[in-house]
């Protein structure tokens, strides 16, 4: 099981992007399947999107068409890359290995 290390995040107007990096920690076995959780203020956990190791990707309907995946395999590494942000996307979200470990998550804020 992988050490997930999460960098990105960050703050931006409505309309503007952010790429969220989720890394497995060196030394671990090769990150393959990968989803991304959101937490926002005062609100349950929300599944965001889904990366499985054959490639295909799955997102949530509030976000397909704005998010997308892309992998690094040399670092070992998963990103996420929101674009047209929308307040409603402020959050924390977090990496998670399916079975396995989840990131210690980045903060995400769109102001409007």
């Known amino acids: 099981q992988a050490q997930l290390v999460q960098s990105g995040g960050g703050s931006v107007q409505a309309g503007g992007s952010l790429t969220l990096s989720c890394e497995a920690f060196p030394g671990t076995t090769r990150l393959n399947s990968v989803e991304w959780f959101r937490r926002a203020p005062e609100k349950a956990r929300e599944w965001v999107a889904g990366?499985?190791?054959?490639?295909?990707?799955t997102y949530a309907d509030s976000v397909k068409g704005r998010f997308s995946f892309s992998r690094d395999n040399v670092k070992n590494a998963v990103y996420l890359k929101m674009t047209n942000l929308r307040p409603e996307d402020t959050a924390v979200y977090y990496c998670h290995e399916p079975g396995g470990e989840w990131g210690s998550g980045s903060e995400v804020s769109v102001s409007s």
């Open positions: 990366l499985k190791s054959g490639g295909a990707t």
